[in-house]
C-alpha cells in the first residue's frame, strides 16, 4: 500500500477514505462553514479543506460519486478533475447541479472520489506521416457496427 502524505488545511476536514477493502478511489469530503446550496446547472467549489503531497509521477484523478449523481446529480463539472504531483494548495471538487432543483452539500459529505494513478509524459514528434492502420482516419462512431 502507498503512503500518501496530506495536510488538514482546516480542522474540520475529512480524511480520504476508501469505502470499502478493494475501492479504487477515496471519498473526498465537502469541508464547509456551512450548507451550501447549489442551484440548477450551477458550479460552485466545494473546499475538502485538505492539500495533498502525491509521489512523483502520480496523479490524482478527481471522479464522482455515483451515489450523489444518481440521487442528487451532483457530480464534477470537468467530469474529471487533475491533481498534479507537483500542486500543493487545496484539493477542490468543482461540482455541477445536472438537475432544475436547488440541491443542498453539507460539511463532511461525500463529494467526490479521488484515484491516485501513475502516469506517462510524452515528448511529442511531428512527422509528415503517420503509420498506417485498418481504422485510419475513421473517427466518431466509424468502428460501431454497420
Do not use: W
Amino acid at each position: 500500500m502507498m503512503k500518501v502524505n496530506i495536510k488538514k488545511l482546516n480542522d474540520k476536514a475529512v480524511i480520504p477514505s476508501y469505502g470499502s477493502e478493494y475501492s479504487a478511489g477515496a471519498d473526498l469530503y465537502a469541508c464547509l462553514n456551512s450548507d451550501l446550496t447549489v442551484n440548477p446547472h450551477e458550479t460552485v467549489l466545494i473546499p475538502t479543506g485538505i492539500a495533498i503531497e502525491l509521489p512523483l509521477g502520480y496523479a490524482g484523478l478527481i471522479y464522482a460519486r455515483s451515489g450523489l449523481a444518481t440521487k442528487k446529480g451532483l457530480a464534477p463539472a470537468n467530469k474529471v478533475g487533475v491533481v498534479d504531483c507537483d500542486y500543493r494548495g487545496e484539493v477542490k471538487v468543482a461540482l455541477h447541479n445536472h438537475t432544475e432543483i436547488p440541491q443542498t452539500v453539507s460539511s463532511g459529505e461525500r463529494v467526490a472520489q479521488l484515484v491516485i494513478t501513475p502516469y506517462l509524459t510524452a515528448q511529442f514528434v511531428v512527422r509528415d506521416e503517420l503509420s498506417q492502420t485498418v481504422r485510419g482516419e475513421g473517427g466518431f462512431g466509424s468502428t460501431g457496427s454497420k
